[in-house]
């Protein structure tokens, strides 16, 4: 199981915490399963957009513009 091909949807600063965090896009292969790879991710899920908006920190919403400008 291969996952498709990585875009970079920019970055975001996260001005509290002074860190700079960079976005990629991409399909997965439908039976994909999110997992964490760092003790920083609380969890990994796939969601709706609409439901992922609910979910991030507000700063990292611009994240969740380009992806839908993307499709």
């Known amino acids: 199981m291969q996952p ?5 949807i920019g970055s ?3 001005t509290k915490s002074r860190k700079r965090i ?6 997965a292969p439908d039976t994909a ?8 991710v609380d969890q990994a899920q796939f969601v709706p ?5 609910d979910m991030l920190h507000p700063a990292q ?11």
Do not use: K, N, Y
């Not at 498709?4 to 970079?8: H, K």
């Open 4 to 8: 498709g091909d990585l875009t970079p």
């Open 12 to 14: 975001v600063e996260l």
């Open 22 to 27: 960079h976005g990629f896009a991409g399909p």
């Open 33 to 40: 399963a999110p997992r964490c790879a760092s003790w920083e």
């Open 49 to 53: 957009i609409g439901q992922a908006r």
């Open 61 to 71: 919403a611009p994240f969740l513009d380009r992806l839908e400008e993307m499709l």
